[in-house]
């Protein structure tokens, strides 16, 4: 069997009109993020125990024919959180429907942005143009002045994931995190270069289902918005 990963990013914060680098400044989330977080989570519960046929080739492959008795079909076993409420407000709405506590863990938060903590992506283009443009044109060569550089982000995410993953084999687990470090999660998990990070959308409230099987993962659903799902 594999083990099931929900990585999600957390919903739409407020002042999220103007689009900036928050970073580590703890921002809640809006009225809109809290709905998406809502739907994400009755997404998730529904989801849990639907079997799919088309991953009976993925048991073949990986020479795998049953199920973990011990996994609990239509259930979380573990939802594990960055530490920013933002993260942490819509790991709990997950996590309540399985009788779970979410788990903080500090290496998911988001990325240190020193000197553009806070600001908007106008003011940074107009007072830092040439960091800006190399920061975008290579993420990894660049960084943002006094903030984390796109590796060092990578090896403490990367971390924390495999910790994670190595306590739930065959188990159905959520992460919820930020944009920046679902980017790098998901650089690793797809064997794609980090320099290619900003080809790799995640908007608010997106989920991406992984399967961590034997042999390597599969990505079966990315950066999906829950739109169809109405909840009160």
């Known amino acids: 069997m594999a083990t099931t990963l929900y990585l999600v990013r ?25 709905g998406q977080m809502r739907k994400v989570s009755a997404f998730i519960a529904g989801n849990l125990g639907n079997a799919d046929p088309s991953a009976d080739y993925l048991k073949h492959i990986h020479r795998t024919s049953s199920s973990s008795p011990d996994r609990k079909d239509g259930a979380l076993q573990a939802v594990y959180t960055s530490p920013l409420s933002r993260a942490l407000n819509g790991a709990e709405m997950i996590a309540a429907p399985h009788g779970l506590k979410p788990s903080v863990v ?23 143009p ?16 006094g903030g984390e550089s796109t590796v060092e982000v990578s090896e403490r995410a990367v971390t924390a994931l495999n910790t994670i993953l190595d306590a739930h084999k ?17 650089c690793h998990i797809l064997g794609i270069p980090l320099e290619n990070v900003f080809r790799v959308e995640q908007d608010f409230g997106a989920v991406n289902v992984i399967e961590f099987w034997e042999k390597y993962p599969v990505v079966k659903l990315l950066n999906y918005q829950v739109e169809s799902c109405h909840v009160r």
Not at 130 to 145: H, I, L, M, Q, T
């Open 170 to 186: 065959d188990e159905a687990i959520a992460v919820v995190a930020h944009g920046g470090v679902n980017r790098v999660l998901l």
């Open 10 to 34: 957390h919903g739409e914060t407020e002042g999220s009109e103007v689009k900036r680098y928050k970073g580590s400044i703890d921002v809640p989330l809006s009225e809109k993020g809290i």
């Open 106 to 128: 500090r290496d998911l938060r988001e990325r240190g942005f020193g000197r553009w903590e806070g600001m908007s992506f106008t003011e940074i283009r107009e007072q830092y």
């Open 130 to 145: 040439d960091e800006f443009e190399a920061w975008a044109g290579n993420p990894v060569k660049y960084s943002p002045p």
